[in-house]
């Protein structure tokens, strides 16, 4: 334990620097930029669970339409809570229903189209991002860290920039995480403060010469504010709804709390009586939580009625906890190969550098020269264990660790430990000092040309920002960056055609379609006419995803389907339409394939781009084409607009095509829409 001179001269070393205006401004810009990639908005597709577990869980219970609802929100065996998307999207179309009333009485638009369906929770969720923001920025400012530089890191960070903004159940995990060791944080440094302030008056007690002073110092003692229990409610409440969110939650709060547990532990004035308390207080606070969001559940998937509780018929089966559903069906390996099964060094070598890049590897390196330290017992280069420094290692190391556990491994499951990376490692890139290890020098001495030359960016802060523009528009815009504006595109055809079309979709190569925002019209639901007669409405939009089926597969279902519905629609004249949806790397061989076969007609009715398909990369094409561009001996005029057709025909790689295809009427076979 410190002494009282000792804490002071921490905190005396760790006195918040005066505040440069230039990098708050950079900030401010990354900020605002958050904002703008959100309102343009991203087309990018990081994973199908932004949609679908989110979008399509909730859209069916404010609009009347069809949805495409995921097994995780099946009513036999939920692993997911509903909860949570009905605030992060429910809350938003709430909103977007009550304006859309208005705009569309006044000004004749609709709000209901796949851009404002995914804008409105995207900006709430944006909203939220901020929290962290601001939580990283109350630890700074707590403990006397250079919080400019952090915060510059980490609003410049892809994570911020793209997963902040998406409706992944991951981002209300980063954002919860950051509140948790806001709160831990706070109630370390003040706990510190009451313990060391409790510990010196409890030693001038003891000394006292006479009854006088004792009384007086036992008045002293007595007057110290309570700190035990700090925030206990807040903290039990974030992680219940943390892990109701996502159980893998427990992995990012068990460091936070540990820490808040273990507080002042070894002073005389705590001991593990009030440990064993901040345990049993910490449980109770969390049942009320708990108890609202398996009610919640529980009437929403139908396992809990009105009726069973009048008539008092209720039993244990009458209640589902979705985290205990989560867990049974993760802990069986055999589940977890429908998703993919990765080894287990995946998240530390691969996800760390991919999400992170310089901040991460220097992340892994420094943590390697702990553990080098730990196994040489030279304890004092390791971290206290009660300081924040502690408190950021463990938060960033244990969750990649724990996680690292289950063969499923996706980077996005790792995105919490940005902040506590940040924290730690983002002075190293400006090659300023870090916490807890050299003294901060005062800014007055400072030469004039040493702060002009810190401000210049530094290699590694350079590295930083490249690398992390190239993510955003990568992940933000080119990953599967056509879906949104196929959706957009036939979401404008479902509208504008006549009421007996028909429409079939084929997909493959491609992430699922959030159909949700198509806006279908509701087909499972009973109407009843004005003269009490019941109906339903006709299906009148089909969907076909064949993933990663082999193109030729796909072709001969086509044409079985093109069949189908010449027998079914055309005999009744019912007018439909058919597509294709393909990656333009597919376009060779599906050319190739209808050109052999001769199985129907096709002509390209729209292309959206960008559109990168990681699992069918056109690495072999565009590397033929720029290794053309390398033989420059016989330069000429024509050789220069080669290079320049080689260019453009590399770049069109990466689009997605809508391929109409059309029924081959026999005594015209030979007839095939070219490009």
Known sequence: MHSKNEYRRSIDEYRPAVPVKRKIGLYWFLACLRIILTLIPQTGYIHPDEYFQSIEVVSGDHFDIDVNKPWE??????????????????????????LSQY??????????????????????????????????????????????????AYASSYIMLVYGTRTFSNTIELILTALLL???????????????????????????KNGVERVKYYKLKASLPPHSLNHCFKIATVTIIGIFNRPTFIAFAFAPIFFWLQRGLGSKTVGFGDFHIRILTLIVCGIPTAVFFILVDSFYFGYLTMAEI????????????????FLKYNVNTKNLQNHGLHPHYVHFLVNVPLLYNVLGIIGLVTFGKMLHSGIKAQWLDLPRIQ?????????????IALLSVFPHQEPRFIIPTLLPLVFLYAPNMSQTSGVDTVSRIAENNVHPNACSARNKPSKMQIIWFILNITLTLFYGYAHQGGVLPLTSHIATELKAKPDLTHVHLFTSHTYSIPTALLHLRNTRKTYISSGNH????????????????????????IALKLREC?????????????????????????????????????????????????????????????LRLTNINDFSVRSFFDIVDNVVDAFQQFELSLIRIEYLVPNKRKTVHAL
């Open 73 to 98: 929100y099946n009513s036999t065996f939920p692993i997911r809570t509903v909860l949570i998307p009905q605030i992060t999207v429910g809350v938003p179309y709430t909103i977007l229903k009550r």
């Open 103 to 152: 705009i569309l009485f006044y000004f004749g638009t609709s709000l209901k189209s796949p851009y404002f369906l995914v804008l409105f929770p995207r900006l709430l969720m944006c909203g939220l991002s901020f929290v962290s923001d601001y939580c990283l920025y109350k630890i700074c400012y707590m403990y006397g860290q250079n919080y400019k530089i952090r915060l510059i």
């Open 182 to 208: 806001y709160y831990a944080s706070y109630c370390m440094a003040y706990s510190e403060k009451v313990v060391v302030q409790s510990d010196y008056l409890s030693d001038k007690y003891n000394t006292a």
């Open 310 to 325: 009048g008539n008092l018929d209720i039993t244990m089966n009458n209640f589902v906890v979705t985290p205990l559903n």
């Open 387 to 399: 300081s924040v420094v502690g408190l950021m290692t463990a938060s960033f190391i244990m969750p």
């Open 534 to 557: 019941k109906y339903k409405l006709t299906k009148d939009f089909h969907l076909y995803e064949h993933g990663s089926k082999p193109i030729k597969d796909v072709c001969n279902i």
């Open 566 to 626: 010449e027998h079914k629609y055309v005999n009744k004249s019912i007018p439909y339409r058919l597509y294709y949806a393909l990656p333009a790397t597919g376009m060779g061989e599906f050319m190739s394939i209808q050109n052999n076969t001769k199985l129907f007609s096709y002509h390209i009715v729209n292309r959206f781009h960008p559109h990168l398909t990681v699992e069918k990369l056109p690495f072999i094409k565009i590397t033929n084409k720029f």
